[in-house]
């Protein structure tokens, strides 16, 4: 039996944030019920494709079930209010007040069904000066202050996810071990925005004790000291060295030939350059596979910076033709 094998879960979203948590929930067992409208979800048609749909649906929505309806019909509303009624959450992606204007905000649905969690997930909330505007990842780590501390858009969506879909994830939780408590359930609001300003938690505690700006690169984790820093090895591949904590620092050190850099992990200015540098050297002496045969068996914390056919398991290409399985359409 998996964690949450009899809760009904009802999609509303589009896109990644939203159908990212729900396939979570489906994950652990829950039965995932994907509301699209005539014509399916537009994230089916959107490029590249794996057998004529979208990739990106068919990586989020695995493990649902699909039913098309049409939220501007009569026919399709009294769909949903069926529905509702008898599901356990409900989750939707729709700009503050979209809901409401078609009879299904958190006010109304709960009349049919006060066990139902009921989450918006937007991204800047359902009130404030941000809650009209449209937005995307790289709009929520921009306003989050992220964007400003990476000082390149980052290769994945982490608004999306870790600010979105995982604090989406989190709140239904609670909320189902509340209503467990109550017997009732409640509104969830899950903002990115907020989700990312989560994620800048240890940015901006250094930012109040010190009262410094943190700048790229500056910051204790992100490159400043040579114990925490990226380095290119002779075959062009990078190494990760997150030698942070003075043991393995200090083991580190002694597998390079280099214990006299253990007394300057922390050193500042041109002191700590000159360790940076030389390090630099020294890893461009060997590959990237030669520097990993040298560390086997030591508490050194490095890793080859792997790409994504490195890290995707050959397994889970075949997943994703299991996209969501229609169980009506309403409109035909």
Known sequence: MRPLDG???????????????????????????????????????????????????????????????????????DALRRTAARADVLIEGFRPGEMKRLGFDYETVRLLNERLIYVS????????????????DINYIALGGLLDLTGAIPGAQIADLAGGSMQAVIGILLALAARHNTGRGQFVDVSM????????????????????????????????????????????????VGALERKFWAALCARLGCVEFIADQFAEGERQTQ?????????????????????????????????????????????????????GNLES
């Open 193 to 240: 925005l907020d989700g990312v300003a989560w994620l800048m938690t240890l940015p901006l505690a250094l930012y109040a004790a010190t009262g410094e700006l943190p700048k790229p690169g500056a910051a204790m984790l992100s490159g400043r000291y040579a114990c925490y820093r990226i380095y290119r090895a002779a075959d062009g591949r990078f190494l990760a």
């Open 7 to 77: 809760i009904t879960v009802l999609d509303l979203t589009r896109l990644l944030p939203g159908a990212a948590a729900t396939m979570m929930l489906a994950n652990f067992g829950a039965e995932v019920i994907k509301i699209e409208e005539p014509g399916g979800d537009y994230a089916r048609h959107m490029p590249p494709f794996i057998d004529g749909e979208g990739a990106v649906f068919r990586a989020t929505n695995r493990g649902k079930k699909s039913l098309v309806l049409d939220l501007k019909s009569s026919h399709g509303k």
């Open 275 to 327: 360790v940076i540098e030389d390090l630099s050297k020294l890893f461009l002496t060997r590959t990237s596979k030669e520097w990993l045969n040298a560390f086997e068996g030591a508490d050194v914390c490095v890793t080859l910076v792997q790409n994504v056919r490195e890290v995707t398991p050959c397994e889970v290409i075949p997943k994703l033709s299991d996209t969501p399985g229609r169980i």
């Open 121 to 136: 997930l937007t991204g800047y909330g359902q009130s404030g000066p941000y809650a009209p505007m449209a937005g995307h």
